[in-house]
């Protein structure tokens, strides 16, 4: 490693991911030790040499190798330099962390294991790949990034950060309650008061909250199959007695299964993951019987708001409940930035008051700054602005697929519920859509299996699902031809 190309190439990783540079500097360095690049007592360059070389500030140099020295990785030798400290001083004291002894000894102390269970799995780096068929991820050209920046420097002026900044204990902004409550919840219908709203960190926040509050060891749990897998996770850690919810051409069936639960998750609006839309004569059964049974509906209405298409929606579940027993989750994920994490609850005050004890013992309130820069960005008229805008950008990407994957994949069937951002598709039958998804990513194609949204994976092996948020519109016909392409040399078995 004495040569300039050589620490140049050993260098070459630095990202912009890491806000500082010494320490990328400080990680490749130590990067290279571990994987032997760097023999014990080997020189490093100078911190001048080094800076030159990589066209940085020397005092960057001097704060990546002074850190090494302090954490025993590297040794000074006056005016020497530096070298990489003997094996003896590099080796933390202790058993080895990933020894298989230490690893038994973690496992007999844990109560779960979240790890074993399915994982809804996408490529963290999706935005590499030229052709992303993803739900749940936004082409960055459709975020508002200066109405978002606007609504920051609202929320940033001196008065504004005094109302804010505070320990909020188990409360939240009053200010994006008082949103919630005039401009989006109307929206779906719903008309709440203060005391019958509370902010979450996102749906996924809200789901795991009322599983702990709502499903014990006893509790008879109605799930979707197929249906969300987070949520049949969540539940599965709580209680054995889950019972799949039956469905027809209408939606959920509310048949004896369903009045045999004690809760019930739903997705009505769109169906996860078959976009699939209940009808509103089918809403008014499901009340009716979980009105006659008690059944307790939690309803999880992840795409509320942003609709591809002009007409507006069905009306929520919640805006139909006259006896207090839907549970309403809602998202901003789904609608401005899936990285934003903003969620909320909309229950019978009774039902709030515990969300909120029980919320405060895991991190008493989610962040006031981001809760008061989301409500001046309703308050302002961006979220409107953005939901019609956004929506004509969507539509015509939706269109496309419609008119074109029916007629490049014949053998296939493909669902998508009004309004939905997604679609919804049945390989022929003996298709593994797991390992045709394995193959497209060579070919820059990503789409997602849809045999992790089944109880019974064996199930779904045939289906999978096409996201259009992700995928910018010229990107969408040679993303299609690519999958149809690979498809129709597919293997079936």
């Known amino acids: 490693m004495s040569s300039d190309i050589a620490w140049r190439m050993l260098f070459g990783g630095r990202s912009g991911d890491e806000p500082a540079l010494h320490a990328q500097i400080g990680r490749m360095v130590g990067e290279a030790i571990a994987a032997g690049l760097l023999a014990p007592g080997a020189r490093l360059p100078s911190s001048r040499g080094l800076a030159a070389e990589l066209g940085i500030a020397r005092n960057t140099v001097v704060a990546a190798y002074d850190g090494l020295v302090d954490a025993g990785v590297l040794v000074s030798r006056g005016r020497s330099g530096c070298f990489v400290a003997p094996p003896a001083a590099c080796t933390p004291p202790g058993p080895d962390p990933g020894a298989p002894g230490a690893m038994q000894a973690w496992s007999g102390r844990f109560a779960i294991r979240p790890s074993r269970l399915p994982q809804i799995t996408k490529p963290r780096d999706w935005t590499r790949y030229p052709y992303p068929f993803l739900f749940g991820q936004f082409d960055p050209s459709l975020f508002p990034v200066a109405a978002w920046r606007e609504s920051v420097k609202a929320a940033s002026s001196v008065k504004e950060i005094s109302g804010w900044s505070f320990d909020q204990v188990d409360d939240d902004d009053r200010a994006l309650i008082e949103q919630l409550r005039l401009r989006v919840l109307p929206r779906r219908g719903i008309l709440a008061a203060p005391g019958e709203i509370m902010v979450t960190i996102g749906s996924q926040h809200a789901l795991s909250l009322l599983v702990q509050l709502l499903v014990a060891r006893r509790t008879t749990v109605g799930l979707e199959d197929p249906g969300y897998t987070d949520a049949r996770n969540m539940v599965g850690l709580a209680t054995d007695r889950i019972r799949p919810l039956a469905r027809d051409a209408r939606g959920i069936v509310p048949d004896g299964d369903f009045r045999a639960c004690d809760v019930a998750f739903v997705t009505i609006g769109h169906q996860c993951p078959t976009t699939a839309v209940t009808p509103l004569s089918r809403r008014r059964e499901l009340l009716a019987a979980a009105a006659q049974d008690d059944v307790v509906l939690v309803e999880d209405d992840y795409e509320a708001d942003l609709s591809t298409e002009e007409e507006a929606g069905l009306p929520s579940l919640k805006s139909l409940d006259a006896d207090g027993r839907v549970i309403h989750v809602g998202s901003f994920s789904k609608v401005l930035a899936p990285g934003l994490r903003v969620g909320y609850v909309v229950a019978p005050p009774a039902v ?96 997602e299996p849809g045999d992790i949204f089944f109880m019974d994976p064996a199930r779904g092996r045939r289906f999978f699902r096409l996201g259009f948020t992700a995928i910018p519109l010229p990107q969408i016909e040679p993303g299609l031809r690519r999958l149809a392409a690979a498809l129709e040399h597919f293997p079936t078995k």
């Open 352 to 447: 709030i008051d515990e969300l909120r004890a029980l919320r405060r013992l895991m991190l008493r309130h989610p962040p006031t700054n981001n809760q008061r820069s989301l409500a001046a960005f309703i308050a302002l008229g961006h979220y409107r602005a953005h939901l019609a805008r956004t929506a004509a950008l969507l539509r015509p990407r939706a269109d496309l697929i419609a008119a074109l994957a029916p007629e490049l994949m014949p053998a296939c069937t493909i669902r998508r519920g009004f309004g939905a951002k997604s679609f919804w598709v049945e390989g022929p039958a003996g298709l593994d859509a797991r390992a045709l998804g394995e193959r497209l990513r060579g070919d820059g194609v990503l789409i």
